[in-house]
């Protein structure tokens, strides 16, 4: 009933900079919480950066000052703009959010279908 659907993705250099974006569709009433995960070779996903429906933020350490996230609540659009990106951020990177629709109208959490980052050295 909700669809998370992801772009930006792709191959940059060290040192380079993408743009994620992630578009809510679908019955929607109200976006809670929405965020970025990854997930590297072998290792579990694991979160990037969050934002509250009142646009607060939070970070993995890893990311911090290089990252940053923000949304449009009108476009029911997510971003994740990545500066200054390292091989170690290469990653199938998801969009997550909490999103009140559906029928029965209630909380659901959706998740997209990622999209790939690669990081060259």
């Known amino acids: 009933q909700v669809q998370l659907v992801e772009s930006g993705g792709g191959l940059v250099q060290a040192g380079g900079s993408l743009r994620l974006s992630c578009t809510a569709s679908?019955?929607?009433?109200?976006?809670?919480?929405m965020g970025w995960y990854r997930q590297g070779p072998g290792n579990q996903r694991e979160l990037v950066a969050g934002?509250?429906?009142?646009?607060?933020?939070n970070y993995a350490d890893s990311v911090k000052g290089r990252f940053t996230i923000s949304r449009d609540n009108g476009k029911n659009t997510v971003y994740l703009q990545m500066n200054s990106l390292k091989p170690e951020d290469t990653a199938v990177y998801y969009c997550?959010?909490?999103?009140?629709?559906?029928?029965?109208?209630?909380?659901?959490?959706?998740w997209g279908q990622g999209t790939q980052v690669t990081v060259s050295s």
């Open positions: 679908g019955i929607i009433f109200s976006i809670n919480a």
């Open positions: 997550n959010a909490g999103v009140v629709g559906g029928i029965p109208l209630k909380l659901y959490e959706y």
């Open positions: 934002i509250t429906s009142s646009s607060g933020t």
